[in-house]
């Protein structure tokens, strides 16, 4: 059973308001990544990490923005939410080395800007 | 990029029921991943199997990359395998996964 834990599990919001959504993991894991998912749809990468100090932008353009200040820790936020951020955000973590290795889910946090 | 087709999109069982769930891929991909998300969003990583064939429990999965497809096998299906279940491809040089659209399983007792 992986270890990556993401809060809060679901955030109710206005419009306007920043937003800042955590993820950690206990596994020593280098790589971190960040996924959009609609409902019943496929999952979308937005950022990802290869270790400290590292960060990318995914292959879906979003408005958010991350940080990787510490191993086991990639909040994600958002400066100014609007209702077209509604959506699932899911975290995720893979060990080091080449290619991406297997990678283990939090269980997500479910976003809805009123 | 690469392009990753699941089928079939939608697939409902009677409990005890055997399936084949395939994933077709454009391109040669460094490893292969099946996924399965239940009804509460939890996604679970079922296999990682870049070529060959693994089994776990009632579960396994079979990779043959030269022909760019993936097979997941659920024997005596349980209402617990219901969900979705995703199949996700990392390209050569590219360190990150893409995902299918899923397969939807309903099982039903």
């Known amino acids: 059973e992986a270890d990556i834990y993401q809060t809060p599990r679901y955030l109710v919001i206005g419009t306007g308001k920043k937003i800042t959504l955590e993820c950690s993991q206990t596994?020593?894991?280098?790589?971190m990544y960040w996924y959009q998912q609609d409902p019943g749809m496929e999952l979308h990468l937005i950022h990802y990490?290869?270790?400290?100090?590292?960060?990318e932008k995914g292959d879906l353009s979003s408005e958010s923005t991350v940080s990787r200040i510490r191993t086991e820790h990639f909040p994600l936020t958002l400066e100014s939410a609007r209702p077209s951020h509604t959506s699932q955000y899911l975290c995720?973590?893979?060990?080091f080395g080449m290619g991406t290795g297997p990678q283990h889910f939090g269980d997500g946090t479910r976003l809805s800007i009123l | 990029g690469i392009q990753v087709e699941q089928s079939p999109p939608d697939l409902i069982l009677q409990e005890g029921a055997n399936s084949t769930l395939r994933c077709n891929f454009s391109?040669?991909?460094?490893?292969l991943q099946w996924f399965h998300q239940n009804p509460w969003g939890q996604l679970i990583n079922l296999f990682y199997?870049?070529?060959g064939t693994k089994q776990n429990g009632r579960l396994s999965a079979t990779t043959v990359a030269t022909e760019r497809y993936s097979l997941l096998y659920i024997s005596s299906s349980q209402t617990t395998d219901s969900g979705v279940y995703f199949c996700?491809?990392?390209?050569?040089?590219?360190?990150?996964?893409?995902f299918g659209t899923g397969t939807r399983l309903l099982v039903s007792p």
């Open positions: 995720a973590s893979s060990e």
């Open positions: 596994m020593g894991h280098d790589k």
């Open positions: 990490s290869y270790g400290v100090n590292s960060t």
């Open positions: 391109d040669s991909v460094n490893n």
């Open positions: 199997i870049p070529s």
């Open positions: 996700a491809v990392e390209e050569y040089g590219f360190q990150k996964l893409v």
